[in-house]
């Protein structure tokens, strides 16, 4: 039995467990993969204090940072279903993929999120060498060049704007005939002159030279003609998706599936918490999901030393 057990081992999970364990509590990770969304990240830049690293070597300090504490890691596993406590302060039942199942007096949902992918050829080839999800992360990468970013949506016109101020120019691909995003930040987009937006536009492939992006065809739906740009970066901007389907039913989520949230990361059920991308916090980010799972691991503290153990 857990006094805190942390389903899942990126930033988030990471920092809750040493919080948890720093309270001298018996704390445990299920991960399917240590190291989350940052095992697949190339430069990182904004970890404040780190002036650059890249994303596995800043998993093996994580790992190693865990390790130094009395944390029960158990990696390489899924979990399928949690089920509340029956009575106030009795044990959350936690059960994995592979039949076994583990109890736990407090537990922090930290099970990130994945971008949503555009499925073309030539997007997985060149993830990392111009395809990019995150405009805070690798904008400044394509300082002075011509970028796309794919997704006309609130996320995709807030990168159009952010990313404007950095690169040359940007070429917003959207799908449907008209922009999603909220009408302020279209206003915004079309006042910049570094910004073009192309509308029924469905983007077919990515394409490079081998060891980086060039740019990409896309279909124009009304003329069904296939048309090319000429880019260094594509940002995909066309939704994140939290890991937490298997919550559905239990805890409760938004709209977009994410967890909701108090400022200490309670969820809806007592002793359940939850933090990083997989809950409702605006703005995804490394830093974020670190100090919300800091802020998880004290709430979920404060939970156990208030509740009396049934
Ligand atoms: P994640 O990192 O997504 O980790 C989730 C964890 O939960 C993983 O261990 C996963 O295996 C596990 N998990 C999921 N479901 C289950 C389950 N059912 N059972 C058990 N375990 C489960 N941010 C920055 O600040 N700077 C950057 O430069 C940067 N660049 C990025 C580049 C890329 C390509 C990507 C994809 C993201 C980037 N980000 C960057 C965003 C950053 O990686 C995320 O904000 C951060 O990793 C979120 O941390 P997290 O712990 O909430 O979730």
């Not at 405009?135 to 990468?141: E, K, R, W």
């Not at 910004?195 to 069904?224: D, F, P, W």
């Amino acid at each position: 039995t857990f006094d805190l057990l942390v389903i899942g081992g990126g930033p988030a999970g990471a920092s809750s467990a040493i919080y948890s364990a720093r309270k001298g509590i018996k704390t445990g990770v299920v991960a399917d993969r240590f190291g989350g969304q940052v095992q697949d990240t190339m430069a990182i830049e904004n970890f404040i204090s780190v002036k650059a690293t890249e994303g596995p070597k800043l998993v093996q300090s994580l790992e190693a940072h865990v390790n130094d504490y009395d944390v029960d890691v158990m990696n390489g596993q899924r979990v399928k279903n949690i089920i509340e406590a029956e009575v106030n302060g009795g044990l959350i039942t936690v059960e994995l993929e592979n039949g076994a199942s583990l109890q736990t007096r407090s537990a922090i949902l930290a099970t990130g999120a994945r971008w949503r992918e555009m499925n073309v050829p030539g997007e997985q080839e060149y993830r990392g060498k111009g395809v990019a999800y995150c405009p805070h992360c690798d904008g400044p990468l394509f300082k002075g060049k011509s970028v796309a970013v794919i997704g006309g949506g609130n996320s995709g016109i807030e990168a159009a704007i952010d990313l404007a101020g950095i690169v040359e120019h940007v070429t917003v691909l959207e799908f449907d005939s008209k922009l999603r995003a909220d009408a302020v930040l279209q206003d915004k987009a079309r006042s910049m002159d570094n910004i073009s937006i192309i509308v029924n536009a469905q983007t077919t492939e990515v394409l490079g030279n081998g060891k980086h992006v060039t740019g990409l065809n896309y279909l124009c739906r009304e003329s069904q003609q296939t048309k090319q740009l000429a880019l260094a970066g594509i940002f995909v901007q066309i939704g994140l998706v939290p890991n937490t389907q298997f919550l559905q039913g239990t805890v409760a989520l938004n709209q977009r599936g994410e967890i909701i949230t108090t400022s200490s990361g309670e969820t809806n059920i007592p002793g359940v918490y939850a933090a990083g991308d997989a809950t409702d916090s605006p703005y995804k980010q490394i830093i974020i999901a670190m100090g919300s799972g800091a802020s998880a691991a004290l709430g979920a503290f404060d939970y156990l030393i208030r509740t009396p153990e049934v």
